[in-house]
Nanobody
């Protein structure tokens, strides 16, 4: 499966953004997928993930602010980000793993798209 993230940008604290991840290749619904971010000088962290049955998982750091969803008919996954904070600044990647169950471990994801930069200014 090939993945392409889009929707990043530069915003002010408190603003919202919606990231999209378009998938091509194999049937999107067969994979668990997630949004993973990497801030400057830090490792990759899963911020939200969704299983084949649409069960979702969200990191504590973004809980209540970020919502993950996907439209299997469109082969697209989304990340709605509200009340953005400067600490949300990172490159955001969409990723998929060869299995139906999402995890919160970045190393479990097998397929990665190019990232999209999100910059939040105070």
């Amino acid at each position: 499966v090939q993945l392409q993230a889009s929707g990043g940008g530069s915003v002010q604290a408190g603003d919202s953004l919606r990231l999209s991840c378009a998938a091509s290749g194999r049937t999107f619904s067969r994979y668990a997928t997630g949004w993973i971010r990497q801030a400057p000088g830090k490792g990759r962290d899963v911020v939200a993930a969704i299983s084949w049955d649409d069960s979702t998982y969200v990191a504590d750091s973004v809980k209540g602010r970020f919502t993950i969803s996907r439209d299997n008919a469109k082969n697209t996954m989304y990340l709605q980000m509200n009340s953005l904070k400067p600490e949300d600044t990172a490159v955001y990647y969409c990723a998929a793993r060869s299995g139906p169950i999402a995890t919160m471990a970045a190393g479990d994801y097998d397929y990665w798209g190019r990232g999209t930069q999100v910059t939040v200014s105070s």
